[in-house]
């Protein structure tokens, strides 16, 4: 499946006030998929060491998932494709790997 794929079946299960100019939802939406992740993460740590059980992989997997949609739906809300951002972004960081700034932090390196 091409990101191209996703983000038009994705915008199908879309079902969320304004859709089609509320970045906000969408925004927030990400957020808050991103610390379920983050919760799934800390679970791991907390009670397998930091090892990856089989049960925690599908888990950590819909979480993914969850973040992915989101992700797709606010591409679509500003109107770029899921591709054009990917494109984006590893173009930044071959241009940052060409410079040698690949680590350390500021989004202007």
Same mark, same amino acid.
């Given at each position: 499946?091409?990101?191209?794929?996703?983000?038009?079946?994705?915008? =199908?299960?879309?079902?969320?006030?304004?859709?089609?100019?509320?970045?906000?939802?969408?925004?927030?939406?990400?957020?808050?998929?991103?610390?379920?992740?983050?919760?799934?993460?800390?679970?791991?740590?907390?009670d397998d060491k930091g090892e990856?059980?089989?049960?925690?992989?599908? =888990?950590?997997?819909?979480?993914?998932?969850?973040?992915?949609?989101y992700l797709s739906n606010m591409?679509? =809300?500003?109107?770029?494709?899921? =591709?054009?951002?990917?494109?984006?972004?590893?173009?930044?960081?071959?241009?940052?790997?060409?410079?040698?700034?690949?680590?350390?932090?500021?989004?202007?390196?």
């Amino acid at each position: 499946m091409t990101f191209s794929e996703y983000q038009n079946k994705a915008r =199908e299960f879309a079902f969320y006030p304004d859709v089609g100019k509320n970045l906000p939802y969408t925004g927030l939406g990400l957020c808050g998929e991103t610390g379920e992740v983050a919760d799934k993460i800390k679970k791991v740590l907390r009670d397998d060491k930091g090892e990856v059980t089989a049960e925690a992989k599908p =888990e950590l997997m819909k979480e993914m998932g969850d973040v992915l949609w989101y992700l797709s739906n606010m591409a679509s =809300e500003l109107g770029v494709s899921l =591709e054009d951002v990917a494109a984006g972004n590893l173009a930044k960081l071959g241009s940052r790997k060409s410079r040698g700034v690949l680590g350390g932090s500021g989004d202007g390196r």
